[in-house]
Nanobody, 123 residues
Framework: QVQLVESGGGLVQAGGSLRLSCAAS????????MAWFRQAPGKEREFVAA????????SYADSVPGRFTISRDNAKNTVNLQINSLKSEDTAVYYC????????????????WGQGTQVTVSS
């Protein structure tokens, strides 16, 4: 059974930074594009960032320009999301996801999902 386990969330003051990590197991990691989504209270889950299988290509939601950086380490089966200059509107549960075809992310879909990690930004 594929497992995606997120970590690194927590309570942080506005303007601070967080690094979210996702560890994948029972998955041929390098064969999957990876993405982060988030779901704020009372809102639908939204795409945040994606990275190609090799890590050579990344894409970001229009709502998170410059402050978010996605990266991956295929040797360690991990994908990370660095978030800088946190704002209160970044408060959400952040989900790691994997897709054999990165195109699914644009439809809000993925082949596998993690359980999520809570990020709370205090103002």
């Amino acid at each position: 059974q594929v497992q995606l386990v997120e970590s690194g969330g927590g309570l942080v003051q506005a303007g601070g930074s967080l690094r979210l990590s996702c560890a994948a197991s029972r998955l041929t990691f390098s064969m999957y594009a990876m993405a982060w989504f988030r779901q704020a209270p009372g809102k639908e889950r939204e795409f945040v960032a994606a990275i190609s299988r090799s890590g050579d290509y990344t894409s970001y939601a229009d709502s998170v320009p410059g402050r978010f950086t996605i990266s991956r380490d295929n040797a360690k089966n991990t994908v990370n999301l660095q978030i800088n200059s946190l704002k209160s509107e970044d408060t959400a549960v952040y989900y790691c996801s994997a897709g054999a075809n990165a195109a699914v992310f644009s439809y809000g879909r993925a082949d596998f999902w993690g359980q999520g990690t809570q990020v709370t930004v205090s103002s």
